[in-house]
């Protein structure tokens, strides 16, 4: 079962071509930015797009920096005649054989999913006896201005009192933009919808205590600093509509269904193979 798990696995990381822009040349070889963004997605397992921006532009210079020096080295072994060497062709040999052997297996793993189908009467009845893997928890979408001092964040508030509806919200995305120290500022503060469990605990009963339109009166201290909130909306718990959740229950009944015909095909081929264990 596990070899079953471990195909199907590498069957969802297979992914298409694209163009790519040229980082670098070394001595005429280019090397693009599909090159560096395939070996940092390889090293972070396929967790890159997770990681915070500024680490991710890190890495893609540090990983720039490996591919460059290996096609460096790469062009003095040349050089050196290590590439046309005994030992050299028969390690590329036994590499090349075994890529090809999982290419094709990737490639037939692929027809075999692709060739599954899911019936909407299937997808929809997972749905209605499942509802409740499907429910939305209370959210709530918010805006802050965070600011390091707590006289200047009642200066803020002090700015903003008197305001409502629409006049409210503009002066608000106005002073976050100027005043706010956090990464959302540049967005008038808008940190979008959140659940509980997200924020830390002060930040989190301000949001969920303030009404829709309303501000905090009273700076939120937490350990970033000093917040004014502004609630832009809140949305109760609710299940989610089928249509939108519909793509997520077809991969998952598809992927059940693959291991299971994976399964089936693999005992039939072994049963036709000669297969011997040991000497």
Do not use: C
């Amino acid at each position: 079962m596990k070899v079953i798990t471990k195909l199907a696995t590498s069957l969802l990381l297979t992914s298409s071509l694209s163009f790519a822009a040229t980082l670098a040349t070394v001595d005429g070889t280019k090397i693009s930015e599909e090159d560096v963004n395939n070996a940092l997605m390889q090293a972070t397992q396929g967790r890159l797009a997770q990681l915070p921006s500024d680490k991710q532009q890190q890495l893609k210079k540090q990983f720039l920096e490996e591919l460059i020096a290996k096609q460096v080295i790469f062009e003095d072994a040349k050089k050196k005649g290590i590439t046309n060497s005994k030992e050299y062709k028969e390690q590329l040999d036994k590499i090349i054989a075994s890529i090809k052997k999982d290419l094709a297996i990737k490639l037939w793993q692929k027809k075999l999913f692709e060739g599954i189908k899911i019936s909407d009467k299937d997808l929809r009845d997972y749905y209605n006896k499942n509802k409740q893997e499907f429910m939305q928890k209370e959210s709530v979408h918010a805006r802050h201005i965070l600011v390091k001092d707590k006289d200047e964040a009642k200066k803020i508030v002090a700015q903003l009192q008197g305001l409502h509806g629409e006049a409210l919200k503009k002066k608000f995305i106005e002073l976050a933009k100027e005043k706010s120290t956090g990464p959302s500022g540049p967005r008038g503060g808008d940190l979008g919808y959140f659940t509980k469990g997200q924020m830390v605990p002060p930040f989190e009963k301000a949001a969920f205590g303030t009404k829709v339109g309303h501000i905090t009166t009273t700076p939120v201290h937490t350990e970033f600093g000093y917040h004014i909130i502004y609630v832009e909306d809140k949305k109760k718990p609710a299940i989610k509509p089928f249509n939108e959740v519909k793509p997520y229950i077809e991969q998952r009944l598809k992927m059940e269904k693959f291991r299971e015909v994976m399964q089936q095909k693999l005992q039939a081929l072994k049963s036709k193979a000669k297969i011997k264990y040991g000497k």
